[in-house]
């Protein structure tokens, strides 16, 4: 699969399955004014933001500040913290989960 990036005109296209970093670089280019936002703090402030839930590698992924490796085992235990103290609910999928604020 391929994913085709546009903005003012211009037109960049990621060939293949890329890494987060190979998109990072096509809509730096395409549009250089963009502000990136900070990672969030933790689950819920990310969960906050998508109120249709996310799955534990979703949320690891936008907890995961610039380039950083993502720390899937961290954000399942915070996840399942906030899950205990009825802060999020979780709907089962498949061997996963979607994560949602209460």
Do not use: C
């Not at 190979?22 to 900070?38: E, Q, S």
């Not at 969030?40 to 534990?56: K, V």
Request: proline share 8%; net charge negative.
């Amino acid at each position: 699969p391929s994913i085709v990036f546009s903005a003012n005109g211009n037109r960049m296209e990621a060939g293949g399955f890329q890494p987060v970093e190979a998109y990072d670089v096509i809509i730096a280019n395409l549009a250089p004014d963009l502000k990136r936002h900070a990672a969030p703090e933790g689950p819920l402030d990310a969960l906050a933001f998508y109120p249709g839930g996310l799955s534990t590698q979703e949320v690891t992924a936008i907890m995961t500040s610039g380039n950083n490796p993502p720390e899937r085992q961290s954000t399942e235990k915070q996840l399942v913290s906030l899950l205990g103290e009825n802060r999020i609910r979780r709907i089962a999928m498949g061997s996963d989960a979607i994560w949602l604020a209460a």
